[in-house]
């Protein structure tokens, strides 16, 4: 793993780059902070070193989930309801999204989600071949600057772990109200060997996931008049 962090892009001062800006927001109210100490240790991944394997998160589970940025975690938390015998972990860094996924998880006692509180690379470089039926990355931050461009997560170093870690056959969904962000993704995945895409219909892209319910971030972006959405469906060969 070592070998791998050398080759990712560095900042300034030589560490990897990170994928996202800041960690927090509002102050958390007193129930997300007690959720905070006394629920996310139970829940939480550490970020050390040393390899991470689904199988031994989730003895139970028979298959396994990857969502990176779950923002306020409605997806995840509706998935992991839906889907009791799938293993689901979670990454995300920003406190509020942490603590609204935090409460879903007491309220419906969810037993089935992991969560990661730092820069998904990290845990992705820690993660067995082929272990996930599937990775979603839905409305990541667009980073739209183009000098920031650098930092959007949708890059050939993440595409290559993702192409490591999703099974032959499972999916990686990327969803974007950013049309900008849309193209860079299909230019990138299209170069990318170990993924298909195959749209059944032209401009299919444009119609939600099956049983899709938007998620407070899609709401945001109808609400500021980003009317069209990307879904993106990309296959491991």
């Known amino acids: 793993m070592a070998d791998k962090i050398r080759d990712l892009p560095k900042t300034l001062d030589g560490a990897p780059r990170a994928f996202f800006g800041r960690r927090s927001g509002k102050t958390l109210h007193e129930g997300q902070r007690a959720l905070y100490d006394t629920l996310l240790p139970k ?32 997806h995840l938390a509706r998935q992991a309801r839906a889907y009791p015998e799938t293993g689901f972990i979670g990454c995300e860094v920003f406190s509020g999204g ?7 998880v007491e309220r419906d006692g969810l037993t089935n989600v992991r969560l990661f509180t730092d820069d998904a690379l990290k845990l992705l470089l820690r993660l067995p071949d082929a272990a996930f039926e599937a990775v979603y990355l839905l409305y990541p931050d667009p980073w739209p600057k ?28 990327f969803a974007t109200d950013i049309e ?13 060997p170990a993924f298909h895409f195959a749209p059944a219909t032209p401009g299919g892209w444009h119609e939600p996931y099956p049983g899709w319910q938007p998620t407070r971030y899609e709401q945001k972006a109808r609400r500021e008049g980003r009317l069209k959405s990307f879904y993106f469906i990309f296959e491991k060969r």
Do not use: C, M
Not at 147 to 173: M, Q
Not at 180 to 192: E, G, K, M, S
């Open 43 to 74: 829940l939480t991944i550490a970020d050390e070193e040393g390899s991470v394997d689904p199988a031994e998160l989730f003895p139970q589970a028979r298959s396994f989930v990857l969502e990176i940025g779950y923002g306020g975690g409605e």
């Open 98 to 104: 942490i603590a609204k996924l935090l409460q879903a």
């Open 146 to 173: 183009t000098r920031h461009h650098k930092r959007r997560f949708v890059s050939p170093a993440t595409l290559a772990e993702l192409a490591r870690v999703i099974r032959p056959g499972g999916i990686f969904y």
């Open 180 to 192: 900008d962000y849309a193209n860079w993704t299909l230019a990138h995945v299209l170069r990318q």
